[in-house]
């Protein structure tokens, strides 16, 4: 018998609908669509006055759809969840940061707000385990309401890198006088929006050491430039094929965040056989999973102080390890098939298990 499910889609009508919550969205649908004995509705705006709330839009857009009120609405974050219930409610949650972090609470009562209308829903769905005790910390809802489904790792990132993309990557690095077969580490940054949390600062920190021992730090992504990272060789945003090709190489991968719901970057990595150094912190320490890819966070989120430098203990902790792996061939492909072996456990056939534990649970009768 078949259940049908409304699925929200309003990221996927903003700017940056490819990456964050746009891409948990269309992850999520095409998962979803994929299951047995469901059927999807999608929920977009139709709304056009932009002077209307957007939760007073979406309330609007629920009603126009027409479907029974026994039809269960999956809110793909919290502020996309109406102020009235008529029917009941999935929400998925990616992180509590706004509620975590002080320098994410000039979000101020809004939010605060609105994480409490999620407490409404009859199941929550958090993208980690991390993610979920933290959502029953802060909403102070019972452990069972709450699932968990990390998202899986494109299959680009596992598959091994083309000629083309090889070539176009090699080609970006000997601009810059960096030889791809030879040793160099990469980051992510995307500099449009600020983000506090994700510490890039402490980036161009480790590359004026690497830089000291003639190791170059690749710095990858959107809204930068040579200026935001001196130390750093700065290349221009890849496509996920061409980061791939990028990781492959790479002696390792340095993710400086103190926070995340689940953290991507790092499992991409993995995927493409690049050891990763990382904080065990948050969902990092989860979805990393290793102690030779884990290093203590010496300035722990719950310190609230994300603009400070890195101290130099630290600094030399990261040196040590890149160069256990420069040093030591043997090292450095054993690191390779382990970050392989990681990252193989999130793949779309557990996606698409945990999916189908959710809607198992899910409420809502057939319509």
């Known amino acids: 018998m078949t259940k049908t499910v409304l699925i929200d ?48 839009r979406i309330q609007l857009d629920i009603m126009r759809s027409k479907l029974q009120k026994s039809v269960s609405y999956h809110a793909t974050s919290v502020y996309h969840l109406p102020l009235i219930k008529t029917r009941p409610w999935i929400c998925s949650i990616q992180d509590v940061i706004a509620l975590d972090l002080a320098n994410y609470r000039n979000l101020g009562v809004k939010s605060k707000l609105l994480f409490a209308n999620a407490r409404r829903s009859n199941l929550i769905v958090a993208n980690s385990e991390y993610t979920k005790q933290r959502i029953v910390a802060k909403l102070r809802i019972a452990p069972e309401r709450v699932l968990t489904c990390p998202l899986p790792i494109s299959e680009t990132f596992h598959a091994f890198p083309s000629d083309k993309d090889m070539t176009r990557v090699t080609a970006l690095l000997e601009q810059h006088g960096v030889n791809m077969s030879g040793h160099y580490v990469v980051a992510l940054a995307d500099l449009r929006t600020p983000d506090p949390r994700k510490r ?23 809204g930068l430039s040579q200026e935001n990272f001196p130390n750093s060789v700065v290349i221009p945003a890849l496509s996920d094929s061409e980061l791939s090709a990028l990781y492959s190489r790479s002696t390792a991968m340095y993710y400086p965040t103190a926070y995340e719901g689940q953290g991507l970057p790092p499992q991409e990595a993995m995927a493409s056989g690049c050891p990763v150094i990382a904080y065990r912190n948050t969902s990092v320490q989860e979805v990393v999973g290793s102690a030779n890819f884990l290093l203590q966070d010496p300035i722990p989120w719950e310190n609230q ?5 890195l101290p130099k203990n630290a600094i030399n902790e990261i040196l040590a390890r890149i160069e256990h792996w420069t040093m030591s061939a043997s090292a450095l492909a054993e690191a390779r098939l382990e970050a392989r072996d990681l990252a ?4 779309f056939d557990r996606f698409h298990r945990d999916l189908a534990k959710i809607y198992e649970h899910a409420p809502g009768v057939p319509a």
């Open 305 to 309: 102080s994300l603009g400070l430098s």
């Open 200 to 222: 890039y600062h402490w980036i161009d920190e480790v590359a004026a050491s690497l830089k000291a021992v003639n190791l170059p730090m690749v710095v990858t992504g959107r």
């Open 9 to 56: 889609q309003y990221a996927l009508s903003k700017l940056g609908a490819d990456r964050g919550l746009g891409r948990y969205t269309s992850l999520l649908t095409t998962g979803v669509e994929a299951l047995e004995h469901l059927s999807v509705r999608k929920l977009s705006p139709t709304s056009s006055s932009a002077s209307v709330p957007e939760v007073v």
């Open 344 to 347: 193989a456990q999130y793949s």
